[in-house]
């Protein structure tokens, strides 16, 4: 049974259920949260009145807060969108294609035991992060419409480990040494006995330590690779490092061990495995995988690179099926960067599910009206297999 609590009475450990207004008027991510830490009390005194608590949620308010970020996780390099996503998206198409070209020759070499062509991925990458500087939306969307073939989680980590490092505001050049580490951190995995990561149903504990091979392996090619930056080998070797020591291979400890970019690194890792297809268990939705995230936040990865993760990708991310109030249906085709739970949404069906043509474009953050009385807004997101749409049509 939920309590309704007066903001200014709001205690520490309490478990925020419901608001006094909807989530999405909010900055806050997740609908129901503990409360912990003094942003997130100063945040519901500027925008609610009351609350109600779910009681049988609660945590100790002696329990350990927060943890404040031991990282300097922000750059002070200023991007503005220069490109609308409908202008971008060829762009980012032709950047796409070149990387999974310059990709697939590089795994064909590691395993043909040839050397990989470490400038020409560097070009392509390069390319995909100019497309990604202009609009990050436009490439977001791109990796949603592809066909994920055997390089798709590779590419999907690439763009978003520049699509992050964008969000932080790191260098330029910061943002292409990421894309290269989220294309080339598992380039190892080649080099493993063949079916073993394939493989249906959960590996023994032998199996699991040739896997965590790859590491090594993926260091030993990129030393041997001529034209990637220097620190590409150091910084791949971090990305299944934990900050409770529990990850591999060193099983290094806290945040300052494991530094910016092997956090980044292992969230994005993490972010695009569980939102894949795998042998051992079924790909999860985004806004799952995110819960994820978080609940892993101060164990497994720095809180405050997860929460700004969450910030980046959104609640509702690019290239996702929502249901609005009205019953209708669209896809999400851009973030609005202040009010990231407001995006714009591309309407493609009524609500009888009946094609809209021409489809109608929201800017939620604009607060379009559905009626007289009542503003659109997001229900609820949706599974691409729950509906018969096909976002590439609207697109490609």
């Known amino acids: 049974m939920y309590r309704k609590v007066a903001v200014e009475d709001l205690q520490f450990g309490k478990y925020v259920a419901e608001l006094d207004r909807p989530w999405t008027d909010t900055p806050f991510v997740f609908q129901g949260f503990v409360l912990t830490t003094d942003e997130q009390l100063e945040t519901l005194k500027r925008y609610c009145q009351f609350v109600f608590v779910d009681p049988d949620r609660d945590e100790s308010p002696d329990a350990p807060r927060a943890s404040s970020p031991t990282l300097v996780i922000h750059g002070s390099t200023e991007y503005q969108e220069l490109a609308s996503v409908e202008i971008e998206l060829p762009q980012a198409q032709s950047a796409y294609e070149q990387v999974t070209h310059a990709l697939g020759n590089a795994m064909d070499s590691v395993q043909s035991g040839k050397a990989i062509e470490g400038p020409r991925l560097r070009d392509a990458v390069s390319q995909l992060t100019d497309s990604v500087v202009r609009n990050p939306d436009a490439m977001t969307l791109l990796t949603k419409l592809r066909e994920k073939g055997s390089l798709g989680t590779a590419l999907e980590g690439s763009i978003y480990m520049i699509v992050f490092a964008r969000f932080l505001q790191l260098p330029r050049e910061r943002l292409e040494l990421m894309g290269l580490v989220g294309l080339l951190q ?108 978080y609940r892993a936040r101060g164990t497994l990865f720095e809180p405050a690179l997860v929460e700004q993760f969450i910030q980046c990708i959104g609640v509702f991310p690019v290239g996702g099926i929502v249901e609005l109030n009205t019953g209708e249906i669209g896809i999400v085709v851009a973030q609005n960067p202040v009010h990231r739970l407001k995006p714009r949404v591309m309407v493609v069906q009524d609500a009888k599910g009946d094609p809209i043509r021409p489809h109608t474009l929201l800017d939620l953050e604009k607060s379009p009206m559905a009626t007289r009385e009542e503003r659109y807004r997001i229900r609820r997101t949706l599974e691409f297999d729950s509906v018969h749409i096909d976002p590439r049509e609207f697109f490609l």
């Not at 380039?187 to 493989?199: H, N």
């Not at 032998?206 to 896997?211: A, F, I, T």
């Not at 150091?234 to 934990?242: F, G, M, T, Y």
């Not at 910016?260 to 079924?282: E, K, M, N, Q, W």
């Open 186 to 293: 598992n380039v190892g995995m080649t080099m493993l006995p063949e079916g073993l990561v394939e493989r249906k149903g959960p590996l023994t504990p032998q199996e699991m330590e040739v896997v965590r091979t790859h590491v090594q392996l993926t260091v030993e090619i990129l030393s041997a690779t001529a034209g990637l930056p220097d620190d590409i080998p150091s910084i791949a070797s971090l990305h299944h490092e934990r900050i409770d020591g529990s990850g591999y291979p060193r099983g290094l400890k806290k945040s300052a061990a494991i530094g910016l970019y092997g956090g980044i690194a292992g969230i994005v890792d993490t972010f695009t495995a569980l939102t894949s297809a795998r042998p051992h268990a079924d790909k999860l939705p985004p806004s799952a995988a995110l819960n994820v995230l």
